[in-house]
């Protein structure tokens, strides 16, 4: 079954492109008063799916113990599979700046962080992905 | 027997592959009135937002995008029967006209993105000393006791956010002036940035160039392109009448 043909699905035509596709396809789009809109049950499921409660303590031990961990590693032989941080320091003193309520996203942040971990090559639109198993089998 | 909407084109969209189908692998229809067409299909019985039919619709609105511009409906429309969608698009002609000439030869790409947790981790600590110092406090102590590793997270949860809200500002002021209109997207936690750019087709080299540089701009970004799809979010609101209740009865466009 093939989602959208001849396109750019950059962030791989896995299920994460899958699900920004469906995103739209559920919550945008022209919608006319006089049609029936079916119902939408278990659309809140769909959604709630990649909904993670950033604020609360197992996402604070989790993030303590990834910069536990992150130390460890950058010690004098930085991951070569980290982007080059002088580079990229575009705004700092952005400290303090946070809203309140987070909003974060722990979970897709693991996920994104698995997903660069298996290699997806820079620059390239289409760079193929493998996929996060996870997301496929909630859409279904 | 109700009939399922995909969209609405100016004219019959001429290169419907034979033997499309839509939702319910139904066979997908065009029904024309005066200008306007619409691609439909037959609604299945109990129609739900399963994932391969939401496949089926956005595909549908593919196929019919290929030729021209098409104004594509939410998932789950479905009409009585063909004669009300026609009634519909008869009562509402010059809205969706106006709107199809808009959006004429513009394609929508939708960007999403993601912190790579490592790379991000990386700039929390190096911008924060006192997320730096507590950091190798906790670490000197064995990872340090519940209470210093909540707050550790704390602060590296509040910096991390506040990144979030930085980068997606960053992403869009970087793609904005490639776009003749940007669409922002409902928050989630399952990106930090979901934005909608309306792009002309011929621009549309110009606009990837633009995206290829954000990536290299904000490596510490995951960022997911989605394109060119049908313009789900430059379709406006149709006229805000209620007009389901009486067939042909002039209630018109409103403001046009």
Same mark, same amino acid.
């Given at each position: ?21 469906? !995103? ?97 090559? !820079? ?18 | ?28 229809? $065009?029904?024309? !009135? ?5 691609? $439909? ?45 026609? @009634? ?47 950091? !190798? ?46 669409? $922002? ?63 042909? @009865? ?7």
């Amino acid at each position: 079954m093939s989602v959208v043909p001849a396109q750019q699905t950059g962030g791989g035509g896995g299920s994460s492109g899958l699900y920004d596709v469906l !995103e739209l396809v559920l919550d945008r789009g022209l919608v006319i008063d006089a049609f029936v809109r079916v119902s939408l049950v278990g659309i809140e499921i769909l959604k709630i799916d990649v909904r993670v409660v950033v604020a609360s303590v197992d996402t604070y031990l989790r993030f303590a113990e990834a910069c536990n961990r992150l130390d460890l590693e950058s010690g004098p032989r930085k991951d070569p599979g980290l982007p080059d941080l002088v580079g990229t320091m575009t705004e700092s003193g952005a400290r303090g700046k946070s809203k309140g309520a987070l909003s974060g996203a722990a979970e897709t942040i693991s996920d994104a962080f698995k997903q660069a971990r298996e290699g997806e090559p !820079e620059s390239r639109p289409r760079a193929r992905r493998s996929t996060s198993s996870r997301r496929k089998e909630e859409q279904e | 027997m109700s009939t399922y909407v995909y969209g609405i084109t100016a004219s019959a969209p001429a290169a419907l592959p034979d033997g499309l189908t839509g939702v319910g692998e139904l066979p997908v229809r $065009v029904l024309t !009135e005066g200008d306007l067409a619409v691609v $439909v299909s037959d609604a299945p019985e109990n129609l739900r937002p399963k994932r391969k039919d939401l496949l089926a619709h956005q595909n549908v609105l593919a196929e019919a995008g290929t030729a021209g511009c098409v104004l594509p409906m939410r998932f789950g429309s479905v009409a009585p029967d063909d004669k009300a969608v026609t @009634g519909v698009l008869a009562e509402r002609a010059d809205h969706y006209k106006e709107r199809l000439r808009a959006l004429d030869n513009r394609v929508e790409y939708n960007i999403k993105a993601n912190h790579v947790e490592e790379a991000v981790l990386h700039h929390v600590m190096a911008e924060n000393a006192e997320i730096r110092a507590l950091a !190798e406090s906790n670490r000197q102590q064995g990872g340090g006791s519940y209470e210093s590793k909540i707050q550790l997270g704390e602060m590296v949860a509040a910096a991390v956010q506040a990144r979030e809200a930085e980068d997606a500002a960053a992403l869009q002021r970087l793609l904005e002036p490639e776009a003749d209109a940007v669409s $922002v997207g409902p928050e989630s936690t399952g990106w930090l940035a979901n934005v909608s750019f309306l792009v002309d087709r011929e621009q549309a080299e110009t606009f990837l160039a633009a995206v290829e540089r954000a990536r290299r701009d904000l490596p510490h970004l995951e960022v997911r392109i989605n394109g060119p799809l049908p313009p789900y979010s430059f379709v406006e609101p149709g006229p805000a009448e209620p007009a389901g209740t009486a067939a042909g @009865g002039g209630a018109d466009t409103g403001a046009e």
